[in-house]
DNA sequence: ACCTCCTAGGAAAGCGGTTTCCAAGTCTGC
DNA sequence: GCAGACTTGGAAACCGCTTTCCTAGGAGGT
């Protein structure tokens, strides 16, 4: 590899002037050196090694992100909302993926940390699991001691700057909206119990349906995908409405009771969260809360690049968008 | 931050055992010093600088991937495979998104050079610019004469590690399952003209219909997301059957055809290409190339990291699966 | 016992940049 | 024409870690 010590010796001047018209200065540097040097970082073909940089200037130009799973479009969404921020302000962006276990994610913490990036998001519910959620804020803390920058999109459990959709509101309004179309026996699929988002979207639809004075929806657990929402759909008994917690499982149930011959809305209405765009061409169109993921993504990193120095949470509020996969009861 | 020498001290041994120890070496240390030095670390709370390893070690343990859209299914599982093999190999990734630009991709391998990456993976149909191709390839050769290993998922155009989809293959062979459907009258949403992934689909299925002595079919041009499919469809005459090169297109086709009351298939019969995951659920389901995507992302990685010398160029073929979006002519 | 060979530990030289600190030269203003 | 203030270029320290090279001590062989 070329060096920019063979750049100073082809073009016959000192490294400190080679370094600073190459590679950024406050420093003037004479015309005529400046072209020289340029002229020789051009014919050697010259790059900067960025690793002795940041080692040099004590700063990295890279920030983490770290997400559960690239492919489900909600992640993918947020995920592409915090890179296009990122590269505004010039930044490289590294990711890391964790397929939904929580040890992966301090471990990226801990990676993140060794490269010294600038900030790192953490995309995506947490758990409710106070040991893990502990070692991970202990991670954070390392790293935030050191200077690091942390942002998480999902549940203010932290300490770090926070955007956090409103799930519990969002999905009460939903039940109240479903409520107003005269459904009364409902049934949430609710994923996971120990994931936050996924409780936390659970319990403000019951919630809900309590303060309304409606019967306890039967609520079935299992995975947050979906194959979990087909899964669950399968169980779901005599409810005329289903809340899936998110989008992939509401598309999973609807897959299920296709397959069943259950004709959605007519026989059962469906209800999703989130607003994923990749399935907004879906048919019947998915009644469901948008969260508007990309600005949530490219918030976080704006709170995590941002000097505030008490965390702040930011609340995001979801928007009910009634569409063909629910009917108004007669 | 807190260095290896701050441990070092901490411990009351050399730099060079706390290296040892804690960084990994073919050298000894003696039990007595390893635990003591394990132990100033942890209470310190020690990370090692990757940045400084990286400068002295003289190889980094990153990788670089750049896609064109995360947001896209389609890239967003082959990184998804190519990240994954990465995790395996115990490297971090960094990701860019050109957003359809090619002068941004560019701009990436340049970026990664500098990064000393220790391998870039380019994924995604090159463009039929030869000029563009010349800059690209300059840029990869400059970052391969330091070292650098590169590999591509898309078309052989780079002189790199190829894995390369049987694009005409796998658009001939749909053509010729539609036509022993009993088309005859086609169109293709063709996509970009420039992008080459675009044009070998096209092509393939054009002239596989020559081949099979059936009229040329309408060609419609487009943006090569849901909206241009959507667009093309507005546009198509009287074809009994479309092929819209990719399967986000083929589903805002479906979006475009179902708002203006025509029926699929019983109408008009839809086909894309891909087979995204996501979109399995769409209705009518789509008849479609199924393309082994993570495993060509996970390929990808692996022809990078490999040694073989003069690049090797993959072909992955395709496999026509019909669905409901096509229905047989009688 | 004595010599050789191996081993563990440490000193120090890089890795490729940035930046401070000097020195020399160039402009000003009077 | 000269002191003083700016510029511009270079030497060298430093960023945090790895690794070579050296040394001293211990094990093993005879």
């Known amino acids: ?75 993918a969404a947020l995920a592409d909302g915090a890179m296009r921020a990122a590269a505004t302000e010039g930044l490289l962006v590294m990711v890391g993926t964790t397929h939904r276990d929580p040890e992966q994610e301090i471990a990226y913490v801990a990676t993140l940390n060794a490269q010294r990036v600038r900030a790192v998001l953490l995309v995506g519910s947490r758990v409710a699991d106070p040991a893990v959620t502990g070692r991970l804020r202990d991670e954070l803390a390392r790293y935030q001691a050191g200077g690091g920058r942390a942002a998480c999109v999902g549940q203010d459990l932290l300490g770090v700057d926070t955007v956090a959709p409103a799930n519990r509101q969002g999905a009460a309004e939903l039940a109240r909206a479903l409520a107003g179309l005269g459904h009364t026996r409902f049934a949430v699929l609710a994923g996971p119990p120990h994931l936050v988002t996924a409780a936390d979207r ?9 303060e309304l ?27 005329t409405c289903v809340f899936a917690v998110n989008d992939v499982m509401a598309v999973g149930a609807l897959a299920a009771y296709r397959e069943r011959g259950v004709r959605v809305p007519d026989d059962v209405s469906v209800a999703g969260f989130d607003d994923i ?54």
Chains 1, 2 share one sequence.
């Open 1 to 75: 590899m070329v060096t920019l010590e063979d750049v100073a010796r082809q073009a016959g001047v000192s490294l400190a002037t080679a370094s600073r018209v190459l590679n950024g200065s406050t420093r003037q540097v004479g015309a005529a050196l400046r072209a020289r040097v340029e002229q020789a970082a051009d014919e050697l073909g010259y790059r900067a090694n960025i690793a002795a940089q940041t080692l040099a200037r004590g700063a990295s130009n890279v920030i983490g992100i770290v997400v559960h799973d690239l492919t489900d479009p909600y992640f």
């Open 202 to 210: 659970c319990a403000g639809f019951v919630e809900a349906l309590e």
């Open 213 to 239: 004075g409606l019967p306890a929806p039967q609520v079935i657990h299992g995975p947050f995908d979906r194959d979990g929402g087909y899964a669950a759909a399968s169980q779901a008994g005599d409810a």
């Open 277 to 330: 765009v990749t399935l907004r061409d879906h048919v019947p169109a998915l009644t469901t809360v948008r969260l508007p993921l990309k600005d949530m993504g490219a918030r976080a990193l704006e709170l995590a690049l941002g000097e505030g120095d008490p965390a702040v949470v930011e609340q995001v509020a979801g928007e009910v968008v009634l569409r063909e996969s629910v009917r108004r009861m007669t």
